[in-house]
């Protein structure tokens, strides 16, 4: 069965405070594994998907990673804006289309 | 305007009543999904569509059905509705094809309350 597990449950920083998010998976092939961020109250946004170990994306203070087991959100110099829960899920080679997700790290960026 | 559009926001129901979801996408994706997100438990595929006459269960469909009305149009129903039916409802939607093209692009959200 695939399994998806997110570390912290919860990240508290100060604002510049960089940090790391961790997605951690056990699949039986990974055919992408997906970032989103959810904000209160609504529907999670797409933020990265990655292919294979090695692979990078970035976006503004954002940086995704992944190896053959885990994946790292790497947030650099966090704003409050930041605050929201971000979302790990993986795409798996017997799973079709079906999204696997993790429970998500709830982070917030205080001033 | 929104690209995944999803009605009613809020619904506050009693239990045995039938609710339907309403999830309307102008992305022009051939594929349209629905989840359901608990506290504790992530989000959980209910029901897809990769088009209009092909529906398929996901984990957890029991208590549910769905129509696709369109290419754009997919509706979640409950039947008859039962308190741990409440969570929050969530329409995704993806394009046809390999790749990046299986992004799977969500909704506001439906949060449901079953008394």
């Known amino acids: 069965e695939d399994q998806v597990t997110q570390s912290p449950e919860a990240l508290r920083l100060q604002e510049g405070e960089s940090s790391s998010l961790n997605c951690s998976y056990t699949v039986s092939g990974l055919r992408g594994l997906f970032w989103y961020r959810q904000d209160p109250g609504k529907g999670p946004e797409f933020l990265f998907t990655?292919?294979?170990a090695g692979e990078e994306k970035e976006k503004e203070r954002l940086k995704a990673t992944l190896t053959k087991k885990e994946s790292f959100l790497h947030i650099t110099a966090p704003k409050p804006e930041d605050s929201a829960t971000y979302l790990c899920?993986?795409?798996?080679?017997?799973?079709?289309?079906?999204?696997?997700f993790g429970t998500g790290t709830q982070l917030k960026v205080e001033l | 305007d929104a690209d995944v559009t999803q009605t009613p926001r809020n619904r506050i129901t009693k239990t045995g009543k039938r609710i339907m979801l309403e999830c309307s996408q102008t992305?022009?994706?051939?594929?349209m999904y629905w989840y359901r997100q608990d506290p504790g438990l992530g989000l959980r595929l209910i029901y897809y569509?990769?088009?209009?006459?092909?529906?398929n269960k996901g984990e957890i469909s029991d208590g549910y059905s769905v129509s696709r009305q369109a290419q754009a149009k997919f509706s979640l129903s409950l039947e008859s509705a039962i308190p741990n039916q409440t969570a929050l409802y969530f329409c995704?939607?993806?394009?046809?094809?390999?790749?990046?093209?299986?992004?799977?692009?969500f909704g506001p959200g439906t949060r449901l309350t079953v008394l």
């Open positions: 992305k022009g994706h051939d594929r």
């Open positions: 995704a939607t993806s394009d046809t094809g390999t790749g990046s093209a299986d992004t799977q692009y």
């Open positions: 899920a993986v795409r798996t080679t017997g799973g079709g289309n079906k999204l696997t």
């Open positions: 990655l292919y294979s």
């Open positions: 569509s990769f088009d209009v006459k092909d529906i």
